[in-house]
């Protein structure tokens, strides 16, 4: 039986662990929301989100910032009038780690 990404908790990181490969995060890419793209050659995810207005661009910076406290793997937040970016790295491997897809995942389905 295949688990969810979403379904998944993630795992407290201090460092030591190695960041994903380029190949192994473009193989995790499929099991994402279309939107999210690999950024800083594969070191990071990026989803952009675009609105009419300015509230929902808060509210989606805030439901990332509940799912990163939630799960105590914060992502970076960028959001103004009529966008909303939301990144998730891991910087204590210098990259990509499963936590970030386990964020993504879920943050996909928080917006379902």
């Known amino acids: 039986m295949k688990t969810d990404l979403s379904d998944k ?3 407290p990181c201090e460092g030591g662990i190695a960041a994903m490969g380029l190949e192994a ?3 995790m890419m499929g099991q ?3 939107d999210w793209v690999l950024a800083d050659s594969g070191a990071a995810l990026v989803r952009r989100l675009e609105f009419k207005g300015f509230a929902k661009a808060v509210y989606h910076a805030n439901l990332a910032a ?4 939630q799960e105590g793997h914060h992502p970076d937040i960028r959001f103004g009038w009529g ?3 939301v990144e998730f790295t891991t ?3 210098g990259g990509l780690t499963q936590n970030d897809f386990i964020c993504a995942a879920k943050f996909d389905k928080m917006l379902a």
């Open 66 to 69: 509940f799912l990163g406290d």
């Open 25 to 27: 995060a473009s193989d």
């Open 91 to 93: 910087h204590a491997a």
């Open 32 to 34: 994402l929301h279309k």
């Open 9 to 11: 908790k993630c795992e």
């Open 83 to 85: 966008y909303c970016e």
